[in-house]
């Protein structure tokens, strides 16, 4: 049984950045794959993107690629997601959620969410 | 990128009755679909994975159906602790992407 505690709500400035944790126990740390799911006020399900923890390799999707960084630490069995130049729009509450394969992921884990606030 | 829709945004029940959510997808997925539930100010819980196969500890009351682009959630009893929003996912190929919900809420 996976645990995934991330880090807490964050309030930034438009084009400043932000950057969340979250910090998974219970299994081994680089059996899954971690992705960034975030959802705006009152608004759907967005998926940002992944990373593998074992392989330390990402893909982000296209509307924030260029602005987002995922990052792994093995001792800590941490993940982090920076997101930069940040505008109104990025205010919701981001989710890291993992999966056990990279091909076809549904999200069997989640974190409890972080709030990240831009005003 | 794969466009989700579900239908109805949003149904109106009682406790008791059996509901239904449709997810249509804009091309065929095969069966990589998932449904969530989520209540408010709550992560998202898996249901099903791969169109009807249940999350081990989710009541046999869900279940799954469909495959290619039309698939649907089907809530047997509605119980009172099923009142919240649904959500879509195909994961056949990325991104991912999420139907925009539908909230079950009591009639």
Known sequence: QLQLVQSGAEVKKPGASVTVSCKVSGSSFTTYYVHWVRQAPGQGLEWMGIISPGSGGSRYAQKVQGRVTMTTDTSTSTVSMELSSLRSEDTALYYCATTSTELYPYFDYWGQGTLVTVS | ?107
């Open chain 2, 1 to 107: 990128d794969i466009q989700m829709t579900q239908s109805p945004s949003t149904l109106s029940a009682s406790v008791g009755d059996r509901v239904s959510i449709t997810c249509r997808a804009s091309q065929s997925i095969s069966r990589w679909l998932a449904w969530y539930q989520q209540k408010p100010g709550k992560a998202p819980k898996l249901l099903i994975f791969t169109a009807s196969t249940l999350q081990s500890g989710v009541p046999s009351r869900f279940s799954g159906s469909g495959s290619g682009t039309e698939f649907t959630l089907t809530i047997s009893s509605l119980q009172p602790d099923d009142f919240a929003t649904y959500y879509c996912q195909q994961y056949n190929s990325y991104p991912c992407t999420f139907g925009q919900g539908t909230k079950v809420e009591i009639k």
